[in-house]
């Protein structure tokens, strides 16, 4: 019976998060409209739409006359009826966005982190930047929770931050389940950069196959969306693509390792070769190529969008010097859409995602 009672339970969500995706992806549907998107019955249908409804998620939105017969009512998603908080934790700074149901970003504020920053501190500024986002308003009332964008090594799967690059008190640190105790909400937490690709993801719909999105903030990671989902790895800290080795003769990096792709980047970078710094990341694109075939890489992260142009077009350029890829091997690289945003963006979108539904579930 337990079973049983189970998969009704899992059947009636996963439904309702196909009747949502639709949501998101059109501006209005019909009964009709999602039965074609979802192959459900009819009935099955009316179901949802009456749960959704009865929550406020969805609303009628008038009347659509096709023949004889009765009109068939006409819904909307109602993207203020529920909110989430991302935050994106970077070695310098805090960003906090909040985002309503069908991904839209209302506000986006920054604030500097101490230096070296213990979980106490970072647990102040997201209370401080919560209250200060929330508090002259009712959105508190409809938060469904927050998202946090963090760096690795980051075990997902059990909340905890491994020993996160540069921070030196970050040793094995159950940041979701303090963060809840502290901010009394539901708390999800996940690599900044797998964040960022399920921000992506949301805003390409189903056409958003197999992709990664390169973010350079103080770092540099890589977040994957493969095969329709995100990609986390066996241990769930998939994203280190700053930690692979292009010079074998190179110097140390942060993680130990010699001539990782971050420090040889950083140099570069930080010696004011820019150029040299984006054909560094452009090398490492194109071993990401040949190694997951990607159709899309988007390019994100506070210090690559200040200079967004030379990335742009050392990494395209890169891309389309194989000649082998041209007739068939596309792939397109573009910068993200939501720029600084994306990691925020996506760890709120996350969070929407845990209770109202996986965007690319429905097909648009």
Same mark, same amino acid.
């Given at each position: ?60 939105? !008038? ?5 004889? /017969?009765?009109?068939? #009512? ?112 539901? =708390? ?30 103080? !770092?540099? /990671? ?15 800290? &998939? ?14 990096? #942060? ?8 420090? =040889? ?5 930080? &010696? ?13 694109? #194109? ?13 994100? !992260? ?26 068939? %091997? ?7 859409? %939501?720029?600084?945003? =994306? ?18 579930? &429905?097909?648009?």
């Amino acid at each position: 019976m337990t079973r049983i009672t189970a998969d009704v339970s899992f059947l009636r969500g996963y439904n309702q998060a196909r009747v949502m995706a639709l949501g998101r992806t059109v501006r209005t549907f019909e009964r009709s409209t999602v039965v074609e998107a979802t192959g459900l019955t009819p009935q099955a249908v009316s179901k949802v739409i009456g749960r959704l409804s009865a929550d406020g998620l969805i609303r009628p939105a !008038g009347v659509r006359r096709t023949g004889i /017969g009765k009109p068939a #009512v006409v819904y909307e998603l109602v993207p203020d009826s529920r909110y989430a908080i991302g935050a994106h934790v970077a070695r310098r700074t805090l960003r906090l966005v909040l985002v309503d149901l069908a991904g839209t970003v209302h506000h986006s504020a920054v604030s500097p982190l101490p230096g070296d920053f213990t979980p106490e501190q970072l647990l102040d500024a997201l209370t401080a930047g919560i209250d200060a986002m929330t508090g002259s308003s009712d959105v508190r009332g409809r938060l469904t929770g927050v998202g946090i964008g963090m760096i690795g090594p980051l075990d997902h799967a059990h909340g905890l931050v491994r020993d996160a690059h540069g921070l030196r008190h970050w040793h094995d640190v159950p940041l979701r389940e303090i963060a809840e105790k502290h901010l009394g909400l539901p =708390v999800h937490l996940d690599k900044d950069v797998t964040a960022g690709i399920t921000a992506e993801a949301w805003r390409h719909g189903a056409t958003f196959g197999d992709a990664a999105l390169i973010m350079i903030e103080s !770092g540099i /990671g890589g977040g994957f969306w493969l095969g329709g989902t995100a990609h986390r790895g066996a241990h769930t800290n &998939a994203g280190e693509f700053g930690h692979t080795v292009v010079d074998l003769n190179g110097p140390r990096c #942060v993680c130990g390792r010699h001539g990782c792709l971050e420090i =040889v980047h950083n140099q570069a970078a930080h &010696a004011g070769d820019i150029d040299r710094a984006a054909r560094v990341v452009a090398v490492g694109v #194109v071993n990401l190529l040949q190694t997951l075939d990607l159709a899309h890489v988007v390019l994100a !992260g506070a210090d690559l969008l200040r200079h967004s142009r030379t990335y742009l077009a050392a990494v395209t350029e890169a891309v389309q010097a194989d000649a082998r890829r041209a007739d068939w %091997l596309t792939t397109k690289v573009t910068l993200s859409s %939501l720029g600084a945003d =994306v990691i925020a963006a996506g760890a709120a979108m996350q969070v929407l995602d845990q209770h109202y539904g996986v965007p690319e579930l &429905a097909p648009a």
